[in-house]
């Protein structure tokens, strides 16, 4: 079985800035994570944004492959 490849791109913070601010939410000088998690809980998504450990089954999700990039 081939594996899945994962479409989403990285997004730069300007793009998760704007994304922010079309939600309703004022960014300013919020880190990555942060920022990520306010946008997930603004859209009704559970912020897990780098809390994954590695795995996730949202491969729909704008912000998986930063994601599991990350490891903590």
């Known amino acids: 079985m081939p594996a899945t ?3 989403a791109k990285s997004m730069k913070m300007p793009e998760l800035r704007a994304k922010a601010r079309s939600l309703g939410l ?3 000088r919020m880190k990555k994570t ?3 998690h306010a946008i997930q809980t603004a859209e ?3 912020p897990c944004f780098a809390r994954a450990g ?3 089954s949202n491969l729909a999700c704008c912000f998986l492959e930063d994601c599991l990039k990350i490891k903590m």
């Open 54 to 56: 590695g795995q996730c």
């Open 5 to 7: 490849k994962i479409a």
């Open 26 to 28: 004022r960014p300013g």
């Open 34 to 36: 942060n920022l990520i």
């Open 44 to 46: 009704g998504y559970t």
